[in-house]
């Protein structure tokens, strides 16, 4: 995406748009499934990172795939925002990602979306 003109690479935006919303849901999905599981000691913060990490990712993918056009500084922050937040998060589960399958594939999840959204701040640029 260009900052001046706002035009995204369609490629880039649309590989962006399917690697957040893949992430999404799997933060979505550890967030219900991993609560009763992780026991007393933190499930309401991990609850909260993980519908955070969701939340992020399903709103800038909405906001790209609407207006990939619009406001390119806003645009520009917010995915600045979600690559930030699905690094933090992959790096959150790493510790349980080789033992765990939802860690790993929320993991997983988080660094290609993380990944992509790197790729397309590189296209803003």
């Not at 995204?8 to 649309?14: E, H, I, P, W, Y």
């Not at 999404?24 to 991993?34: N, P, S």
């Not at 399903?58 to 925002?81: F, I, N, W």
């Not at 959150?92 to 990944?115: D, F, I, N, V």
Request: proline letters at 5%; charged letters at 30%.
């Amino acid at each position: 995406m260009n900052t001046r003109t706002g035009e995204a690479d369609r490629q880039t935006l649309v590989r962006f748009i399917e690697e957040a919303f893949v992430c999404a849901q799997e933060c979505e999905r550890c967030a219900a499934a991993c609560l009763p599981a992780i026991g007393p000691d933190e499930p309401e913060q991990w609850s909260r990172v993980d519908v955070r990490c969701a939340e992020i990712c399903e709103r800038t993918a909405r906001m790209l795939s609407r207006h990939p056009g619009h406001d390119a500084p806003e645009l520009y922050a917010q995915v600045e925002l979600c690559a930030e937040t699905c690094a933090e998060q992959a790096e959150r589960l790493a510790p349980y990602a080789g033992t765990e399958t939802r860690a790993s594939l929320q993991a997983e999840a988080c660094a290609r979306c993380e990944k992509s959204c790197r790729e397309l701040l590189g296209s803003l640029a």
